[in-house]
């Protein structure tokens, strides 16, 4: 569909489909741009069909509001347009708009030959719009996925976008109520506007960047959605055990830059045998991963182990400031229990290197970290394990050595 109509109308389409309320309208194909001549009778008829009026004409470009490239603003939009020769022209415009300087250089930058471009026009009822704005299905500034961001103004959301006034601003965590609401919209306009924004998330299989508006009547109208594409990628998510915690360990070799994809390769071969000592290094549930060109280190099993939970905040203390203090607040805030103070037990296992500590287990069974037995123990700062005669404070957890939760807990502390 997107090579005959574009990415907005392709978008527009299915969201009608799907039972959202979208404006009427049509769309001037791909067909009748390759064409050159805009074909003003069949449009005109189109227009007077839909009942004359007020209507928005709209690019929909086929490199347009996809998945990899949303050429959000690119390509020119023209609203209040009245009349059947306005509504012929915005289109030519539209048309024209597709080798303006912003989408030539879009082009360019991102590798879209204008050979493989064409463009298509949108003609919607316009919205008399008591509010209006944008809305995204994931936070654009920390990438939460689970957070809907409203930008919201009174009248026409072109306010929003070209920064004229400054908005109301609403966001709502997925399962939870918004907070304190007030400005220009409800509590109950800011839930429905969540709840679309879901939909909308499900319907498309991602984050959404979504243009909507109340009209006068309260009626909810949604104008358009598209990708965001601007989020940082996701870990993998077919891995078992879910939710996993990563770490960036990039810019401890000094790769402060994005890794190539051989680069990349090497080095998670080189880790993964390393601390595996095996020849065939095909984990399914790999140490060290890459995500956006970057390599992180996947510190689940490490934090899920109550014998090595403890000694973490000592033993990453090397790697920036403050590192320590952020490791003892997740394990005290996010569900994982504070080691307890244990002043006098005897040692289950001692010294400051990997050998000398039973190692735990991936999720998919596999014992690390440590280098295979028999073989030379990489040197610490280790944990030194100690058991403690109380109850494990908290949820059981897999302890990372026999899987029992009915044992003493046990406390960790960084080897010397």
């Not at 929003?160 to 306009?189: F, I």
């Not at 009209?215 to 077919?238: A, I, N, Y």
């Not at 109550?306 to 997740?330: D, E, H, K, N």
């Not at 244990?342 to 290197?353: E, I, L, N």
């Amino acid at each position: 569909m997107v090579p005959l109509v574009g990415g907005k109308a392709a978008n527009l389409g299915e969201m009608a489909a799907a039972g959202e309320r979208v404006p009427a309208g049509f769309c001037v194909t791909t067909a009748a741009y390759a064409s050159g001549t805009v074909p003003a009778e069949r449009v005109v008829r189109a227009y007077e069909a839909m009942g004359g009026g007020r209507v928005a004409v709209r690019s929909s470009a086929t490199a347009e509001d996809l998945p990899d490239a949303s050429f959000a603003g690119q390509q020119d939009t023209y609203l209040d347009v009245e009349g059947a020769d306005a509504v012929v022209d915005a289109v030519r415009r539209c048309w024209d708009s597709l080798d303006n300087e912003r989408a030539v250089a879009y082009r360019r930058a991102n590798g879209i030959a204008r050979a493989d471009v064409g463009m298509a026009v949108v003609v919607q009822r316009m919205v008399d719009s008591a509010t209006a704005g944008v809305m995204f299905t994931a936070d654009p500034l920390t990438g939460t996925r689970t957070r809907t961001v409203v930008d919201a103004v009174r009248g026409p959301g072109t306010a929003v976008v070209d920064g004229s006034v400054e908005p109301d601003h609403y966001t709502v965590d997925d399962g939870h109520d918004p907070e304190e609401v007030g400005g220009c919209l409800n509590r109950a306009q800011v839930v429905a506007l969540a709840a679309a924004g879901r939909r909308l998330r499900t319907l498309f299989g991602s984050p959404q960047d979504v243009e909507w508006a109340h009209d006068h009547d309260g009626t909810l109208w949604l104008l358009q959605s598209r990708p965001v594409t601007t989020l940082f990628p996701l870990p993998p998510q077919d891995l078992p055990d879910l939710p996993r915690f990563y770490m960036e360990t990039g810019h401890m070799q000094g790769m402060l830059r994005p890794f190539t994809p051989l680069g990349l390769s090497l080095l998670q071969q080189v880790w993964t045998r390393w601390w595996s000592g095996a020849e065939d290094a095909t984990d399914p549930d790999p140490l060290m991963i890459g995500v956006g060109g970057r390599l992180y280190t996947d510190l689940s099993p490490f934090l899920r182990s109550a014998v090595l939970r403890g000694g973490w905040p000592g033993a990453w203390t090397s790697t920036g400031p403050g590192c320590a203090r952020r490791w003892s607040t997740r394990s005290t805030t996010r569900g994982s229990p504070p080691a307890p103070d244990c002043r006098s037990p005897r040692p289950r296992c001692s010294g400051s290197s990997a050998a000398s500590c039973p190692p735990p287990r991936s999720a998919s069974g596999t014992r690390w970290p440590g280098p295979k037995r028999p073989g030379p123990a990489p040197t610490g700062p280790w944990p030194a394990c100690v058991p403690c005669a109380v109850p494990a404070p908290g949820p059981a957890r897999h302890d990372g050595w026999t899987g029992s939760t009915d044992r003493p807990s046990t406390r960790c502390s960084a080897g010397t």
